[in-house]
C-alpha cells in the first residue's frame, strides 16, 4: 500500500507544474491519497518544490555517461578480441588434428603395403600423398597464425 501511494505521489510530482495544487486526502479506507484536485473537504494542500539540476550537474552527468560508455565499449571490444583469438585457437587445433589424423592414415597405410611391385607404387604414392598433406598443413598454419 505505502508503494501504492509513493508511486502515485511521484506521478502527481512529475505531472505537476510549479505552483501547481497538490492535496493529500484519506479515503474511506484510511489510505492515504494525493490528488491534484481537492479530494474531499478535509484535503491539505501540499507545496511542491520541484529540484532541477544546474547547468554544471546537466554536464558533470553527460560526462558520467560518456566514460561509463567509453568502459562498456573498451570492454566489449576486449571480448570481442578474446573470442577471435579462441576462435583462431581453436581453429588451429582443428588443423592440427587433421593433419595428425592424415599423416597416421598414411603411416598405417605404408606399414600395410606389399613388398612388391604395386606396394612399392603405392608406397611412392603415399609419400606423395604425405608431402601434399605437409604442405597444406603448414599453408593453413601459415594462414592462422599470420606467419
Excluded at 492535496?23 to 494542500?45: H, I, L, M
Excluded at 592424415?102 to 604395386?118: F, G, L
Aim: aromatic fraction near 2%.
Amino acid at each position: 500500500m505505502k508503494r501504492i501511494a509513493m508511486v502515485v505521489v511521484g506521478m502527481a510530482v512529475v505531472g505537476a507544474a510549479p505552483g501547481a495544487g497538490l492535496y493529500k486526502c484519506t479515503d474511506a479506507n484510511g489510505r492515504t491519497v494525493f490528488s491534484q484536485t481537492q479530494c474531499a473537504p478535509t484535503a491539505e494542500a501540499v507545496d511542491v518544490i520541484v529540484h532541477r539540476p544546474t547547468e554544471a550537474q546537466i554536464q558533470e552527468h553527460q560526462k558520467q555517461i560518456e566514460a561509463n560508455q567509453a568502459l562498456i565499449d573498451e570492454g566489449i571490444a576486449r571480448r570481442r578480441a578474446a573470442d577471435a583469438e579462441a576462435t583462431r585457437r581453436r581453429a588451429i587445433e582443428g588443423t592440427q588434428a587433421q593433419h595428425a589424423a592424415e599423416q597416421a592414415r598414411i603411416a598405417w597405410r605404408r606399414a600395410h603395403a606389399n613388398n612388391n611391385a604395386a606396394g612399392a607404387a603405392l608406397e611412392g604414392a603415399l609419400a606423395t600423398d604425405a608431402a601434399a598433406s605437409d604442405a597444406r598443413y603448414n599453408a593453413e598454419m601459415d594462414r592462422l597464425t599470420g606467419r
